[in-house]
């Protein structure tokens, strides 16, 4: 396992953040709908492959319109590496 962060890095809204590892089998949500504050990040631990990567997928939703939603698919990063994300 390794740790990496989620990072709101929407300059105006607040997000829930839920990330899906696709490197357990079979996958598995290592973050469900977790808060994130803009400017803020969330760890999260997950499976690395042989090489030392994660591959997750993250789907955030507006803490302010739950319409709102974006993915963020296939992200790929080793360990303490960041994933910014957004809602718009």
Not at 51 to 62: A, D, I
């Amino acid at each position: 396992m390794i740790q990496i962060f989620i990072e709101n890095d929407d300059g105006a809204h607040d997000l829930f953040a839920t990330v899906t590892d696709f490197n357990t089998n079979p996958a598995s949500v290592a973050l469900n709908n977790q808060r994130i504050n803009r400017g803020t990040r969330a760890p999260v631990n997950v499976q690395e492959d042989g090489n030392g990567n994660c591959l997750v997928n993250v789907h955030t939703v507006s803490a302010d319109d739950p319409a709102v939603q974006k993915d963020f698919n296939n992200q790929v990063t080793q360990a303490n590496g960041v994933i910014s994300v957004d809602v718009f």
